[in-house]
């Protein structure tokens, strides 16, 4: 009898490209991830390090007329220290916490007053009472200050955040552009529009489609600023595009809607949860295909655009002329709660965007943008579109790739990824795939009984 010798790992390979269907059904992914999904022949032609998933974007770099204009007007102005208040913004803004809620700060104010009450040396006249209690929640509570924005910090904050602002919004819009190459908007509405670098990632996207931008900012000066950039540095000039209104209100009419809504960096100025709930709802019922939100990449943005979310997909303001739900296109792959806050140790979900700064002389190395977006659309979502999002850095071992994944049922998953264990589509795609990807594989709706796993290869 012929003995039977076990199978080579070059003998497997020349198998499984033989036999793709064995391939699909034998790749099983710790722990829940099953096989690629080939639905549709997802590569087609294309090789695996640009499969349908990839959402990566080279580093960003402002358009040259814009880069000339912020560089003209800081030159020209006479704000002292800008390097140092730069600096100084950039920080505050980065740290900066939502306002606490007149409800929560009640609630606090009142535990004190019963902390004191219990303690036979507090205070014994209810006026030294109330000042105690003030003193420790002024000690104790985030002072949450909003920001007048004049010409001299509006151009302050042009030379610290117009660069990064423009990377992220350019990512955002890189998103729909590459799983939506079809949709050509024609009008933008930017809510909290600042210096204007939404309208002009904007243009640098769509600016063969698009014909209105509307600008939206509370601030006379940044809207004056915004017209400057636009028309290269100086008030009299032409401006670089046409089609940009510039207003301090929202439009009235609920009739009038815009392809794409955008609000960046903007919910986070605003100065209660009430006024961020008014603003929502009407940007929601302005929005007649997708609402674009980011925020800083911390713990509170992340959490803003999470309630920012949960509001919109609750559908309680439903537009009478506009009564398609809304969906999450963008980042989760799910409706459901988000598993980063569920986490024992809530983490932001955010991801990263490479830029080249304005050279200003202290901007003369690339950075890095980190930032927090939900993309909302109307309609219903497609099932093509609920591939896994990349939630962290891929870790790229010999032989084995570590990727976390929030998944559309709902959870995260830490997938070790092999190529003899998962198949060589998956392994390759997974190698190419970084921190925002998708990765397009099929997952169950809930995870497999736990079994004793191999070790991966190292």
């Known amino acids: ?5 076990a199978p080579t790992l070059s003998r497997w390979r020349r198998t499984l490209r033989l036999a793709p269907q064995l391939s699909r059904a034998l790749a099983a992914l710790v722990p829940s991830v099953t096989h690629v999904d080939n639905r549709s022949d997802f590569l087609g032609k294309k090789p695996h390090r640009r499969h349908p998933g990839i959402l990566q974007l080279p580093h960003v770099q402002l358009p040259p007329a814009l880069a000339k204009a912020a560089q003209l007007l800081l030159l020209e102005s006479t704000v002292a220290d800008v390097e140092e208040k730069v600096q100084t913004l950039s920080n505050y803004l980065w740290s900066r916490h939502l306002p606490v809620e007149p409800e929560e700060l009640q609630r606090r104010a009142m535990h004190l007053e019963k902390k004191f009450l219990e303690n036979p040396d507090s205070p014994q006249t209810e006026e030294k009472l109330r000042r105690a209690v003030l003193h420790a929640l002024r000690r104790t509570t985030y002072h949450w200050q909003e920001l007048s924005y004049n010409k001299e910090l509006s151009l302050v904050y042009m030379a610290a955040r117009l660069d990064g602002g423009f990377a992220a919004v350019s990512r955002a819009f890189h998103e729909i552009q590459i799983r939506i190459p079809q949709f ?15 309208t002009w990632a904007a243009h640098t996207a769509w600016g063969q489609s698009l014909r209105e931008y509307m600008c939206v900012d509370s601030s006379a000066a940044m809207l004056g600023l915004a017209e400057k950039l636009l028309k290269g540095g100086s008030e009299s000039g032409k401006p670089y595009f046409p089609g940009v209104f510039f207003r301090q ?9 815009f392809d794409v809504v955008v609000a960046a960096f903007a919910l986070s100025e605003l100065p209660s949860a009430a006024d961020r709930t008014s603003v929502l709802h009407t940007l929601w019922r302005k929005t007649s295909h997708f609402l674009v939100l980011v925020e800083n990449g911390t713990r509170a943005g992340h959490r803003l655009l999470m309630d920012a979310r949960d509001l919109v997909l609750e559908g309680k303001e439903k537009s009478p002329s506009d009564p398609r739900p809304g969906f999450v296109f963008a980042p989760c792959p799910h409706e459901l709660p988000c598993p980063q806050l569920m986490a024992s140790q809530p983490l932001a979900c955010s991801f990263s965007q490479g830029y080249h700064p304005i050279p200003f002389s202290w901007n003369k190395k690339p950075k890095e943008e980190k930032f927090s977006m939900v993309i909302l659309a ?14 962290q850095p891929v870790l790229r071992r010999p032989r084995h790739v570590h990727c976390h994944l929030c998944c559309p049922d709902g959870h995260m998953q830490h997938a070790v990824i092999t190529a003899t264990r998962h198949g060589r589509d998956l392994y390759r795609c997974a190698r190419a795939s970084s921190w925002g990807d998708l990765l397009p594989v099929i ?14 290869e190292s």
């Open 249 to 257: 209100f929202l439009p009235v009419s609920p009739k009038v809607q």
């Open 378 to 391: 109307r309609g219903f979502p497609e099932d093509a579109n609920r591939w896994p999002r990349i939630t």
């Open 443 to 456: 997952t169950p709706p809930e995870s497999p009984p736990s079994s004793k796993q191999d070790p991966p």
């Open 1 to 5: 009898m012929a003995t039977v010798r």
């Open 184 to 198: 050509q908007p024609q009008t933008l509405m930017d809510f909290g529009s600042g210096t204007g670098s939404v």
